[in-house]
């Protein structure tokens, strides 16, 4: 049974880190790219970033480039999303998701077939 679950989101100060993690089950990491995304209120769920199956590169969407970092252990099967320099505006439900079509834009939420239940990340002074 595939399953992701996200788990690390809080409630933090502007400038605070925090670091979510995606924990995988049911597939192998290595073979898939896992996107993250969030969902601010009001607002639709936009893609922040990718980090590949095949060789661990990783994408950016602008407002969190140099800010968030991807990364992943295989051995535990679970990828890690560090946010650095957290700003009000970051505040939304983040959600990874598997990536099972290939071509297009990654940020498109209709190449991903299975998504994680989502958590919530609030940044307020």
């Known amino acids: 049974q595939v399953q992701l679950v996200e788990s690390g989101g809080g409630l933090v100060q502007p400038g605070d880190s925090l670091r979510l993690s995606c924990a995988a089950s049911?597939?192998?990491?290595?073979?898939?790219?896992i996107g993250w995304f969030r969902q601010a209120p009001g607002k639709e769920r936009e893609g922040i970033g990718y980090?590949?199956?095949?060789?661990?590169?990783?994408n950016y969407e602008n407002s969190v480039k140099g800010r968030f970092t991807f990364s992943r252990d295989d051995a535990k099967n679970t990828v890690y999303l560090q946010m650095n320099s957290l700003k009000p505006e970051d505040t939304a439900v983040y959600y990874c998701?598997?990536?099972?079509?290939?071509?297009?834009?990654?940020?498109?939420?209709?190449?991903?077939?299975?998504w994680g239940q989502g958590t919530q990340v609030t940044v307020s002074s």
């Open positions: 980090i590949s199956g095949r060789d661990g590169s990783t």
């Open positions: 998701a598997r990536r099972s079509v290939y071509g297009g834009n990654w940020w498109d939420r209709r190449l991903y077939d299975y």
């Open positions: 049911g597939f192998t990491l290595d073979y898939y790219t």
